[in-house]
């Protein structure tokens, strides 16, 4: 089931990264009112929470550095309610779906059984600890067949990213490390120069970098030592693990079918950079 989980990963991901590369997220959640990028993202991914504090997206988000949440949220919240962030989202997303597909495609019967699948997947795990699935969780699930896919889709990485995180913490590598150690996954050196992390104040990276350091997961350089890389695969393959409890509520032939509807689907995606 590892290997099935991580072929999911695969497969369902360009899906989801309409949200955060294409263009239709973005203007739909502008069009609330939403001042930039980052006020939309938070408020519209952070809304299933509930009107909760900074604290608490910081924790359930993990990988933002300290202050970012609180720069969006409770502010992004004040005059546009969290359920229209939400909203706009879904429908953003559908839209690029929709535009990157082709109508062939996303009206196609195959993608109305992959969106099946998926969603009996999405809604079959337990959510003990899994906060921002289980935040997911809460919403109704779109009728039309693309916004399902996509919502459901989103269900699953956001169970994995609980996951994710959960393997993180157990490895003590913190929100900023991680991102230090995908870097360098990724052959991105010096990794401080990661998109996700460049921004970051000079002395809060030396920190981290030291820290690292210390601990003997990189070197003098900055490359990964033996643990450092031993530690990056502990995560991920426990990550892989911990992430297959939804496929579990699909029979083999389901999951053989799933597959193969979603190959074409996302290799569409792939092809544009789901943008």
């Known amino acids: 089931m590892t290997h099935i989980a991580?072929?999911?990963?695969?497969?369902?991901?360009?899906?989801?990264?309409?949200?955060f590369l294409a263009d239709e997220c973005n203007e739909e959640l502008a069009a609330?009112?939403?001042?930039?990028?980052?006020?939309g993202y938070f408020a519209s991914r952070a809304a299933p929470l509930g009107r909760v504090p900074a604290q608490v997206v910081h924790a359930a988000f993990y990988n933002f550095a300290d202050g970012e949440a609180a720069r969006h949220i409770?502010?992004?919240?004040?005059?546009?309610?969290?359920?229209?962030?939400?909203?706009?989202?879904?429908?953003?997303?559908?839209?690029?779906?929709?535009?990157?597909?082709?109508?062939?495609?996303?009206?196609?019967?195959?993608?109305?059984?992959?969106?099946d699948l998926t969603t009996k997947a999405a809604t079959g795990a337990p959510t003990e600890g899994r906060v921002m699935y289980a935040g997911m969780r809460t919403l109704a699930v779109p009728s039309d067949p693309v916004a399902r896919l996509w919502h459901s889709a989103t269900m699953l990485r956001e169970h994995r990213g609980d996951g994710h995180i959960a393997a993180l913490v157990g490895s003590r590598i913190?929100?900023?490390?991680?991102?230090?150690?995908s870097a360098l996954e990724q052959g991105?050196?010096?990794?401080?120069?990661?998109g996700r992390i460049h921004h970051l104040p000079k002395k809060r990276l030396a920190a981290v970098m030291d820290g690292l350091r210390?601990?003997?997961?990189?070197?003098n350089d900055g490359h990964f030592t033996d643990a450092g890389r031993a530690t990056k695969q502990?995560?991920?393959?426990?990550?892989?693990?911990?992430?297959?409890?939804?496929?579990?509520?699909?029979?083999?032939?389901?999951?053989?079918?799933?597959?193969?509807?979603?190959?074409p689907i996302t290799a569409t995606l792939v092809a544009t950079g789901s943008q």
């Open 174 to 181: 913190g929100g900023t490390e991680a991102h230090v150690l």
């Open 234 to 263: 502990r995560i991920e393959t426990l990550t892989d693990e911990l992430a297959t409890p939804p496929y579990e509520a699909l029979s083999p032939a389901e999951l053989d079918e799933l597959i193969t509807e979603l190959e």
């Open 32 to 39: 609330l009112g939403h001042r930039t990028y980052w006020d």
């Open 74 to 115: 409770p502010s992004a919240w004040e005059t546009i309610p969290p359920e229209a962030s939400v909203a706009a989202r879904e429908r953003g997303s559908a839209a690029s779906l929709r535009r990157i597909l082709g109508d062939e495609l996303a009206d196609s019967p195959g993608l109305v059984r992959a969106a």
């Open 188 to 194: 991105i050196h010096p990794p401080e120069s990661f």
């Open 6 to 19: 991580r072929r999911m990963f695969e497969l369902l991901e360009p899906i989801c990264l309409v949200t």
């Open 214 to 219: 210390e601990r003997g997961l990189i070197d």
